[in-house]
């Protein structure tokens, strides 16, 4: 299969713990793009690359978190002294560089949760 | 700012049958795009039609048709023929074109459960 992998699928760790997620996307995409889903709502926009630069970040997007994608192909997800506040699902998404639709393809999502 | 809205409480409808999921957007880009993703529990984000803004024609992928309603903003997704493996969370989304990042908004979703 050649679709966006995440790992780990499920990550459960300890309120102050860092944590590091990992996204494949589709080989020969070149944007990716980062989600987080809290229970009872819709993803919401945290980051984006086109290949290994990161173009935007969201607000939601704190201090504590960073993202990387070294060469413009896997990108990594790193939580430092993690909250309660970010259990939640983290999707990552990938699409091709379009001049029109973006058609996102995502992850199956790891969910964190935060003791 | 970009807006997504998706009022409805859970959704039910039969085996066979046609329903439809409202979804009304608020956005002041000329050009933008409108998709639905199909949210199973297992988690993964299908995607399952799209509609631009300049499109004349209702969008169609099989069993899904999009009403595009451009006055109105609104882009319901209508399902024909509703099979038990359409259950799920259904979320209506929007992107506009900046030439560099096509982030998505999403809705809160609804729940579709289909009743055999």
């Known amino acids: 299969d050649t679709g966006v992998s995440q790992d780990p699928r499920h990550k459960i760790t300890k309120r102050g713990q860092n944590v590091t997620f990992r996204c494949d996307p589709i080989s020969e995409h070149n944007r990716l793009y980062w989600y987080r889903q809290t229970l009872g709502q819709g993803p919401e926009f945290l980051t984006y690359f086109q290949n290994e630069a990161q173009l935007e970040k969201s607000r939601l997007l704190s201090d504590r978190f960073s993202a990387e994608r070294p060469k413009g192909s896997f990108s990594t997800l790193e939580i430092q002294r993690t909250e309660q506040g970010d259990s939640a699902m983290y999707l990552c998404?990938?699409?091709?560089?379009?001049?029109?639709?973006?058609?996102?393809?995502f992850g199956p999502g790891t969910r964190l949760t935060v003791l | 700012a970009q807006k997504i809205t998706q009022t409805q409480p859970g959704m039910f409808v039969q085996e066979k049958e046609a329903v439809t999921l409202d979804c009304t957007y608020d956005t002041s880009d000329p050009s933008y795009g409108l998709f639905w993703y199909k949210q199973p529990s297992s988690g993964e984000m299908i995607f399952l039609i799209y509609?631009?803004?300049?499109?004349?024609q209702n969008a169609t992928e099989g069993r899904y048709s999009l009403n595009f309603q451009k006055a109105r903003k609104s882009a319901n997704l209508v399902i024909s023929a509703s099979q038990l493996g359409d259950s799920a969370m259904y979320f209506c989304?929007?992107?506009?074109?900046?030439?560099?990042?096509?982030?998505?908004?999403f809705g809160k979703g609804i729940t579709l459960s289909v009743r055999p």
């Open positions: 509609q631009g803004s300049y499109d004349q």
């Open positions: 998404a990938s699409s091709r560089d379009s001049h029109t639709h973006d058609e996102q393809f």
């Open positions: 989304a929007m992107s506009h074109y900046t030439g560099a990042n096509s982030k998505l908004t």
